[in-house]
């Protein structure tokens, strides 16, 4: 099975040999500016499927509120701003992607979600948020955002510097599947193709493995059937302690 996988990986990567060349000499780049009108029709059907999930996840946000102070969120990889209206009602956000294109839908969830603070937009990958001080947060967030950064390990480390002690990493991310199924088979022989069209996304990842190994307090990790197509239907989701 291991050698037949390869093999039709072999022929999708030889197939897509136009867009690894388009890549090779900086023309995908132009994707950058596609990726935001595709993510917003794609958030708003995500976030109808995974609503409760979402629900359930972002109500443990509120352990992360110093009392009588403002709780201070960090998005990495916000988007188009589609976690917003999961965010307590009065706490102040930060948000960073890599991707500057997001800011006309970015605007509009700001003013659709008023009962937000926003303290600023910076343009920066999860790799290096040197722009925020050392543990000057109570919560980081990050949704589909591991399975394209370049590096999970330094984008955790970063997220460990800026959380303050004691604050929370909330995630919920897809996920390689299970090896003795066909969507583990798929997701790896359809990986060069979704790479492109998910803008760097990839479905092999086990997230899982870096958040335990990062280092901290406490991890409360579920892994979940997500009601998406199989290719993106392993998730984890969850939060760390720092
Ligand atoms: C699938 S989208 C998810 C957006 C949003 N978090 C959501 O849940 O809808 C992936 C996001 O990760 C961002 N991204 C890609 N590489 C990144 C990196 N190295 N660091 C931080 N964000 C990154 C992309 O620009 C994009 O906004």
Same mark, same amino acid.
């Given at each position: 099975?291991? /050698?037949?996988?390869? !093999?039709?990986? @072999?022929?999708?990567?030889? @197939?897509?040999?136009? #867009? &690894? ?5 900086? @023309?995908?780049?132009? %994707?950058? &500016?596609?990726?935001?009108?595709? /993510? %917003? ?16 996840? !972002? ?11 403002? #709780?201070? $969120? #960090? ?11 999961? *965010? ?16 006309? %839908? ?11 603070? %926003?303290?600023?937009?910076? $343009? ?20 589909? $955002? ?13 997220? &460990? ?24 088979? !798929? ?5 060069? $193709?979704?790479? *492109? ?12 493995? &870096? @958040? ?18 199989? #290719? ?6 969850? *939060?760390?302690?720092?």
């Amino acid at each position: 099975m291991a /050698l037949l996988m390869r !093999f039709f990986t @072999l022929v999708v990567n030889v @197939l897509c040999l136009p #867009l &690894h060349l388009m890549e090779a000499v900086g @023309l995908y780049k132009i %994707y950058k &500016h596609i990726f935001p009108i595709c /993510l %917003y029709r794609l958030s708003i059907s995500y976030n109808k499927k995974m609503h409760d999930k979402k629900l359930e996840l !972002f109500r443990s946000l509120s352990e992360f509120k110093k009392p009588g102070k403002q #709780l201070t $969120v #960090l998005e990495i990889g916000c988007g188009t701003g589609t976690n917003f209206k999961y *965010y307590l009602a009065g706490c102040k956000v930060i948000c960073t992607d890599p991707n500057p294109n997001f800011q006309k %839908y970015l605007k509009t969830s700001i003013t659709e979600n008023d009962q937000l603070t %926003y303290e600023k937009f910076l $343009v920066a990958s999860g790799e290096d948020m040197g722009a925020i001080e050392d543990e000057s947060v109570d919560a980081v967030v990050c949704t589909l $955002v591991l399975c394209s950064v370049n590096s999970i390990p330094q984008t955790l480390r970063e997220v &460990h510097r800026i959380l303050r002690p004691g604050g929370g990493f909330f995630f919920m991310e897809h996920v390689v599947a299970d090896p003795s199924t066909w969507a583990y088979f !798929f997701q790896h022989v359809l990986q060069p $193709v979704w790479y *492109y069209f998910g803008d760097g996304c990839e479905v092999t990842r086990e997230t899982w493995k &870096h @958040l335990e190994a990062a280092g901290f307090s406490d991890l409360k990790l579920r892994h979940v059937d997500a009601p998406l197509i199989f #290719l993106i239907k392993p998730h984890i989701m969850g *939060y760390a302690v720092k």
